[in-house]
């Protein structure tokens, strides 16, 4: 069983930051790909930033230059640092987690329960 737990969310004003925090735990042999999503009320959830195994990351057009996409191995930890936040970043903002639980298995992905951002003055 793997278990991806989301923390950092709430309520901060335009122009704030936040420091968002994914751990993953169970039955875990490795960890690939690690990223994070969004979803805002009545939109489709899309890709905010991702990190492969090696450390390259990517970012969605509308959050390059403020977020910061980053992973502890040794802690099976993703991290997004939000800065300069705008209000349409409000979202509920949801881990995934490209994880492998036994070296013969292919690795499968495992979503996080999620963590609300709302930017409100």
């Known amino acids: 069983q793997v278990q991806l737990v989301e923390s950092g969310g709430g309520l901060v004003q335009p122009g704030g930051s936040l420091r968002l925090s994914c751990a993953a735990s169970?039955?875990?042999?490795?960890?690939?790909?690690m990223g994070w999503y969004r979803q805002a009320p009545g939109k489709e959830r899309e890709l905010v930033a991702g990190i492969s195994s090696a450390g390259s990351r990517n970012y969605a057009d509308s959050v390059k230059g403020r977020f910061s996409i980053s992973r502890d191995n040794a802690k099976n930890t993703v991290y997004l640092q939000m800065t300069s936040l705008k209000p349409e970043d409000t979202a509920t903002y949801y881990c995934k987690a490209s994880i492998s639980v036994r070296s013969w298995l292919k690795a499968g992905d495992y979503w996080g329960q999620g963590t609300q951002v709302t930017v409100s003055s």
């Open positions: 169970g039955t875990i042999f490795s960890i690939n790909s």
